[in-house]
């Protein structure tokens, strides 16, 4: 691909990820950017752009009235990256898909002013067809160069589908559960190298699951083997990745 037109959007986010990808101090992304065109880009510059090669798009879908706009970049746009967590399974805005009063909760009076609506938080994949996705909250900046990168050297990227656990064995790290904690990793999608196990602490699944996790199973393991009650594990299991089965509590 030569230098290609790219656009960057943000939808419900934190903009984390934006901020992640906006540390200039990372070589790779400096080299990175000597071979793209950033066109539009509204945390850096204000204008509009026409037709792009790519466009990354960061934050969930959670408002009726923001597919017009999901659909108009789509149509413009031969890729499109959902990039973050948020984009890619709903992240953590999807926490509140299983907390009917979460309006009331964050905005207490004026809960039903219009401007305000919003629906469940969903992957920006249940409004427009996308085309890979970079998970993690936040997402990984190495592993979005290295999409980028393989795009530009018209290579399909290579998107994880196999367990942190794998990574974690490689790392030769001492599994959580032996120390008596849980862990996430036994169906969160991999590409992170597992830091979360390695530095002691349980993976969350901050990239999602992988495409056809036994989430039963999952469940299963952290009632038995991480000393949580049911409706504990299942509400953990669906901390980044918008699990939306379980009982809630
Ligand atoms: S994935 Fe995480 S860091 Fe990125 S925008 Fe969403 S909440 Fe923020
Ligand atoms: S610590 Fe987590 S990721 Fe590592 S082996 Fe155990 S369950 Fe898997
Ligand atoms: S180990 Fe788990 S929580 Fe940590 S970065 Fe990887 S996927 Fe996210």
């Not at 903009?15 to 071979?35: M, R, Y």
Request: charged share 25%; aromatic share 8%.
């Amino acid at each position: 691909m030569s230098k290609p037109k790219v656009g960057f959007f943000d939808f419900a986010s934190c903009e984390g990820c934006q901020i992640e990808l906006t540390n200039f101090g990372d070589v790779a992304f400096l080299e990175l950017i000597n071979h793209i065109d950033i066109v539009e880009f509204r945390e850096a510059m204000s204008e509009k752009a026409g037709k792009l090669d790519i466009a990354f798009i960061e934050g969930s879908f959670t408002r009726e009235s923001d597919r017009k706009r999901l659909e108009e970049i789509r149509k413009r746009s031969a890729i499109v990256i959902a990039y973050g967590a948020c984009a890619a399974t709903g992240g953590i805005n999807a926490l509140k898909n299983h907390q009917h009063d979460y309006h009331e909760c964050v905005y207490g009076k004026d809960a039903k002013a219009p401007h305000l609506a919003s629906n469940i938080a969903l992957p920006i994949s249940a409004a427009i067809k996308v085309d890979y996705s970079v998970y993690g909250c936040p997402m990984s900046r190495d592993e979005f160069i290295r999409i980028v990168s393989h795009l530009l050297h018209d290579k399909q990227p290579i998107i994880p589908n196999h367990p942190v656990c794998m990574e974690c064995k490689l790392n030769e790290t001492i599994c959580r559960f032996h120390d008596g904690d849980h862990c996430l990793g036994v169906v969160a999608r991999a590409g992170c190298g597992a830091p979360c196990p390695k530095d002691g602490i349980p993976c969350e699944a901050c990239r999602g699951f992988v495409s056809t996790p036994n989430v039963d199973s999952l469940v299963k393991t952290l009632i038995n083997k991480g000393g949580m009650h049911s409706s504990r594990a299942w509400n953990k299991s669906r901390m980044f990745t918008n699990n939306q089965r379980g009982d809630v509590k």
